[in-house]
T-cell receptor, first 112, second 112 residues
Framework: NAGVTQTPKFQVLKTGQSMTLQCAQDMNHNSMYWYRQDPGMGLRLIYYSASEGTTDKGEVPNGYNVSRLNKREFSLRLESAAPSQTSVYFC???????????FGPGTRLTVL | RKEVEQDPGPFNVPEGATVAFNCTYSNSASQSFFWYRQDCRKEPKLLMSVYSSGNEDGRFTAQLNRASQYISLLIRDSKLSDSATYLC?????????????FGKGTKLSVKP
């Protein structure tokens, strides 16, 4: 009973490098989300996918792209990492809109 | 008024104390609400859902005042293990923040 899983758990990048954060859920949820959390800022939504085949921008989408690969998987890509993207990234999923969201354990990303 | 506003704390209380957190929200159309708990360097986890005037689960009581647009969380007989950050969560209807808006959280520290 894994729930929401994320890989990697930790990552250090140099400015300009690219990487993809992976997220998968085994709860048959329709909706998936990517958040970033910075000290004093709370959780901020980057992108979300209300259902398989759809994605929408959240509050802070600049510098990121997403792919809803199938119902289970939702990936987040940083094309050219910047120090401002140093953060903790959480993936979440829910049955539908405004339903309880379940979070993965997070990815701690440092961009030098 | 900000969409979801919480006192950041920290609240420092002794074991056995009763502590209450308040949260105000701006969207009067919101129908269901949530309290999440987040331990240091961990993901947020659902603590309670609030769908009507309130909800009680053991030592935890959540109350909703729709007229004044605030939600409260009461913790009785505080335990050391209650030390965490408590996030108030309100559904979002439209806008760029997806389906749920997370407050920045109130930090609780329970001391022996």
């Amino acid at each position: 009973n894994a729930g929401v899983t994320q890989t990697p758990k930790f990552q250090v990048l140099k400015t300009g490098q690219s990487m993809t954060l992976q997220c998968a859920q085994d709860m048959n949820h329709n909706s998936m989300y990517w958040y970033r959390q910075d000290p004093g800022m709370g959780l901020r939504l980057i992108y979300y996918s209300a259902s398989e085949g759809t994605t929408d921008k959240g509050e802070v989408p600049n510098g990121y792209n997403v792919s809803r690969l199938n119902k289970r998987e939702f990936s987040l890509r940083l094309e050219s990492a910047a120090p401002s993207q140093t953060s903790v990234y959480f993936c979440a999923s829910s049955t539908g809109a405004a339903d309880t969201q379940y979070f993965g354990p997070g990815t701690r990303l440092t961009v030098l | 008024r900000k969409e979801v506003e919480q006192d950041p704390g920290p609240f420092n209380v002794p074991e056995g104390a009763t502590v209450a957190f308040n949260c105000t929200y701006s969207n009067s159309a919101s129908q269901s609400f949530f309290w999440y708990r987040q331990d240091c360097r961990k993901e947020p986890k659902l603590l309670m859902s609030v769908y009507s005037s309130g909800n009680e689960d053991g030592r935890f009581t959540a109350q909703l005042n729709r007229a004044s647009q605030y939600i409260s969380l009461l913790i009785r007989d505080s335990k050391l293990s209650d030390s965490a950050t408590y996030l108030c969560v309100v559904p979002n209807y439209g806008g760029s923040q997806g389906n749920l808006i997370f407050g920045k959280g109130t930090k609780l520290s329970v001391k022996p």
